[in-house]
């Protein structure tokens, strides 16, 4: 595989490792108190690490809209990695003098993109948009990061976009780059192109073609076709022919539409495997690889095997260029509604179409690039479906409560705007969100525990660092943190003591492992043996296990 290299490169490989988890501080709720949506303002590779506790392995589809480094610095974002926090953690990070213009993206976004990948479900996906800028750049690290076989599809977007313009060859297209966590894990995505017109047979219920295929890629073999084998008419017979494909060496007599004896026919075939399958199970339905019932049975008057296809499930037809999704100008006017200027942001309908390649109606979706929440507004706007999907958005500019936050309040609550002297309503999608900024680190400067953490921002550290996944649901009762596969987590600050141990194992029946952090312990080794006890000591196995 091509291998990537840039100046900083060293420096940032493991960089994620190193970023200090802090606390998510929500104070602020819009809507329902009681939804899991977040907006959170800071910046995003702290942010993402944070999130790691609560959400590793948890997030079934990331988008992003990272800047796309064209050196533009006019817009309301920068487009150029200069924004005060990446200079400043460019500057702290790497020798940041001698770094190109692409070098210092390939910095910004390398370590972002690592902890995405932790924060994906087995079966997620990541959604990235980009330009020509830095198309191949960013294909090689996420080739690296995520694995080059994990690669779904690059798509190509036509923008829509103003080509009213004096350039020798217009330019109306972005790219979305999409990779998966694992390729194997991901299903054929429950959609049809809206492009497809509505006559197409891809909305037909059941779809009917002959597997007798003739080419390269379906090489000519004689298959048995036994007696009793279906046959869509109910009497006649069709002479042997030996001239052209398929060739028929037996006479086929059909009785009550089923073949009365065995007969040979040799021809390229495209479903051959399935044809068998479909003869050693007697005859009965076999399921394709989109998890479609489907027969076969042969045809009158050329002999033919048809398969038919029963589509009890969607149909799957995804194209790799989007079109007709909208543009960012009419996204703007939209937005204006709202008494949001933003430049260049992502069309909902876009968003929307690629929520919809997964089935999961309770999915947790990300955007560490918000913007103004295009991904949240398209959140929403699927859960119409009856979903409970998730949000949560990460924006480290200003914007994130004024613009960001703004907007999703009125989408939420619904809200009036003017146009040419007359109001117009926009209902409200309802749901809710909290918004939260980064608080306090969980090891202060000394490398001590932050003395101003919560015994519950501590357990759900704690419970990470241990089990590598984030604790469920449920506030924890002190010492108690929680549990795992019958293995049970304690949290005793100070000091773990022999009556602690009694009470412990007292208190649980059956168990494969009590683990305790603590600071000092006087229980001797054996007796933590005999009762399988495993102590860590705080702080060094906090930061170290």
Same mark, same amino acid.
């Given at each position: 595989?091509? !291998? ?42 702290? +942010?993402?690490?944070? &999130? &790691? ?27 150029? $990695? ?27 976004? !390398? ?12 079966? *997620? ?7 020509? $800028? ?16 994990? &690669? ?8 829509? *976009? ?16 999409? #990779? ?11 959609? /049809? ?6 006559? $197409? ?13 003739? *080419? ?46 065995? /007969? ?39 002999? +033919?095997?048809?398969?038919?296809k029963n589509r009890s499930n969607k149909q799957s037809h995804v194209l790799s260029v989007l079109q007709n999704f909208g543009s960012t100008q009419q996204m703007s006017k939209t937005l204006a ?6 430049? #260049? ?10 929520l919809s390649l997964n089935d999961d109606k309770n999915a947790v979706i990300l955007d560490s690039f918000a913007g103004t929440g295009t991904t949240a507004h398209a959140v929403l706007e699927k859960?119409?479906? =009856? ?44 749901? =809710?969100?909290? !918004? ?10 000394? =490398? ?65 492992? &009590? /683990? ?30």
């Amino acid at each position: 595989m091509p !291998y990537i290299d840039w100046l900083g490169k060293d420096d940032v490989v493991h960089h994620h490792k190193e970023i200090a988890y802090k606390t998510i501080d929500c104070q602020d709720v819009v809507g329902d108190v009681e939804s899991e949506n977040m907006i959170i303002k800071g910046d995003n590779l702290l +942010a993402l690490k944070s &999130l &790691l506790p609560y959400y590793a392995g948890a997030v079934k589809m990331i988008y992003i809209d990272p800047p796309y480094n064209t050196g533009n610095t006019s817009w309301i974002y920068s487009d150029n $990695s200069d924004s005060p926090l990446i200079k400043k953690w460019l500057n702290d990070t790497v020798n940041a003098d001698d770094l190109s213009r692409s070098d210092k993206w390939l910095c910004m976004m !390398y370590p972002r993109l690592k902890l995405l990948r932790e924060l994906l479900k087995e079966d *997620g996906v990541i959604f990235i948009s980009i330009d020509d $800028s830095e198309f191949g750049h960013l294909r090689m690290i996420c080739d690296e990061i995520f694995g080059s076989k994990n &690669l779904i599809e690059t798509f190509i977007w036509n923008t829509d *976009g103003n080509i009213d313009n004096q350039k020798k060859i217009k330019n109306n297209h972005e790219y979305v780059l999409c #990779y998966a966590k694992n390729v194997e894990t991901f299903k054929s995505p429950p959609i /049809i192109d809206p492009n497809i017109p509505s006559n $197409s047979k891809l909305f037909k219920s059941a779809i009917k073609n002959t597997i007798i295929k003739n *080419g390269v890629k379906n090489p000519i073999s004689k298959v048995t076709i036994p007696k009793g084998f279906p046959a869509n008419f109910e009497k006649g017979n069709i002479s042997k022919d030996i001239e052209g494909y398929p060739i028929k060496y037996n006479d086929i007599v059909i009785k009550n539409y089923k073949l009365t004896e065995d /007969i040979v026919i040799e021809s390229g075939w495209s479903s051959k495997q399935m044809l068998l399958d479909f003869i050693d199970n007697g005859f009965k339905p076999v399921i394709d690889s989109k998890g479609q019932s489907s027969i076969f049975y042969l045809t009158n008057p050329t002999g +033919a095997i048809y398969v038919e296809k029963n589509r009890s499930n969607k149909q799957s037809h995804v194209l790799s260029v989007l079109q007709n999704f909208g543009s960012t100008q009419q996204m703007s006017k939209t937005l204006a509604t709202m008494n949001i200027d933003f430049d #260049y942001p992502k069309p909902l309908k876009l968003i929307e179409y690629l929520l919809s390649l997964n089935d999961d109606k309770n999915a947790v979706i990300l955007d560490s690039f918000a913007g103004t929440g295009t991904t949240a507004h398209a959140v929403l706007e699927k859960n119409k479906d =009856g979903g409970n999907r998730k949000f949560i958005l990460i924006e480290l500019e200003e914007y994130a409560e004024t613009l960001t936050k703004q907007r999703m309040s009125k989408v939420v609550n619904g809200y009036t705007y003017v146009n040419k002297n007359k109001s117009f309503e926009v209902a409200p999608l309802g749901g =809710g969100f909290k !918004y939260c900024e980064l608080g306090e680190e969980i090891f202060d400067e000394s =490398g001590e525990l932050n003395p101003k953490l919560s015994f519950s921002d501590i357990a759900k550290h704690i419970y990470f660092v241990e089990f590598k996944q984030p604790r469920g649901k449920g506030e924890s009762k002190e010492p108690f943190v929680g549990s795992y596969k019958q293995k049970h987590l304690y949290f005793y600050e100070k000091q773990f003591k022999v009556a602690q141990l009694k009470s412990l194992v007292a208190s649980h029946e059956k168990y494969k492992q &009590l /683990i305790v952090y603590t600071r000092r312990c006087s229980i001797s080794a054996d007796e933590l043996k005999k009762h399988n006890v495993t102590v860590r000591y705080i702080p060094y196995d906090i930061k170290d296990n």
